[in-house]
């Protein structure tokens, strides 16, 4: 299971920056790293200490057991706190997100169970404040037996557009 380490990471304003390439590129990184040659890394295998310190911050696990639908947020990293104004830890994946990103990232768990891979996606969205943001993220699949996927590990980071 993720072991809990210092968080430090933020958002700001402007365009995506070195900062959320480097998340998401650390976040591959670790994910390879842990599952070495196994077709998936089993969740118990996830060290999040192993993932640079600015990184950390970014982490997000999800719980398939009932399907991605029913997806639920096992953890979530202080970025996407301050996105969803709220820790969504314990709490639907759908009814965390804005409804725009949460069909975005829905479509990116299926791509990612089915295929098995990671999947990454960037683009806008309103938070729920309202205010546009540039969002970046990768979804990399975890598999307790190695074969099934039961959950997912994913990086979140932001920028608020410019008002």
Request: aromatic share 6%; glycine share 10%.
């Amino acid at each position: 299971m993720l072991e809990e380490g210092e968080d430090r990471a933020g958002s700001g304003s402007g365009r995506h920056g070195p900062g959320e390439r480097r998340a998401v590129g650390q976040a591959l990184a670790w994910w390879n790293a842990t599952r070495r040659e196994r077709p998936l890394p089993a969740r118990r295998d996830l060290r999040l200490g192993r993932l640079p310190a600015p990184s950390r911050a970014a982490v997000f696990l999800v719980d398939l057991a009932e399907g991605v639908d029913r997806a639920t947020f096992l953890r979530a990293g202080r970025t996407l706190v301050r996105f969803c104004a709220d820790d969504p830890t314990g709490l639907p994946v759908a009814a965390s997100l804005p409804e725009a990103l949460w069909e975005r990232l829905r479509h990116t768990f299926d791509a990612a169970v089915q295929e098995r891979r990671p999947i990454a996606l960037s683009g806008t969205c309103a938070g729920r404040d309202g205010i546009d943001a540039l969002y970046r993220s990768v979804v990399m699949p975890l598999g307790d037996d190695g074969a099934t996927v039961d959950a997912l590990a994913g990086t979140f980071t932001y920028r608020r557009l410019p008002l």
